[in-house]
């Protein structure tokens, strides 16, 4: 299998059919924080939590300061060349009883310059390969639900 280079990569287009539900898209559309893994070179994993936008094709991690985001490590590790990342975005339903909900998007990651909800900068924009998400929407089978998009 051949791995695309961010720049080789492109985002889902929902033209063709999204990788969400409509339901998905308006429950990520209510969520502002999510966490963002990523890996060095040498694979030391760092999860951070992030403020985030989606698009309707890709998401995209900012920061308030741009001045800080180039020193973060999951800066560092996108742009020294491990572009595989991961995305959650969970919250509660409900405590009692016990109903959480979530997205989580495995894709390819690139910094770009995104006019965004942190204003003109760099972004991490997460193009996504693996989306997977449980207690959105009811399922026959309890499984979460898994997309895959072979672009």
């Not at 490590?73 to 009692?96: C, E, F, M, Q, W």
């Not at 390969?129 to 309890?142: A, D, F, R, V």
């Amino acid at each position: 299998m051949k791995h695309a280079t961010p720049s080789q990569f492109i985002c889902p287009d929902p033209g063709f059919g999204s990788m969400f539900s409509q339901t998905e898209i308006d429950y990520l559309k209510t969520q502002r924080l999510a966490r963002v893994a990523t890996a060095s070179q040498k694979g030391v994993p760092e999860v951070s939590p992030v403020g985030f936008e989606f698009d309707g094709k890709c998401f995209w991690v900012g920061s308030h300061s741009q001045e800080i985001f180039p020193r973060t490590r999951r800066y560092r590790n996108i742009t020294s060349g491990n572009d595989r990342v991961s995305l959650v975005v969970d919250d509660l339903a409900s405590v009692i009883p016990w109903r959480p909900r979530g997205i989580k998007v495995s894709g390819k990651a690139e910094v770009r310059d995104h006019d965004g909800i942190f204003g003109k900068g760099r972004y991490i924009r997460i193009a996504p390969i693996l989306t997977s998400s449980w207690g959105i929407e009811p399922t026959q089978s309890g499984r979460p639900s898994v997309k895959r998009w072979a672009g």
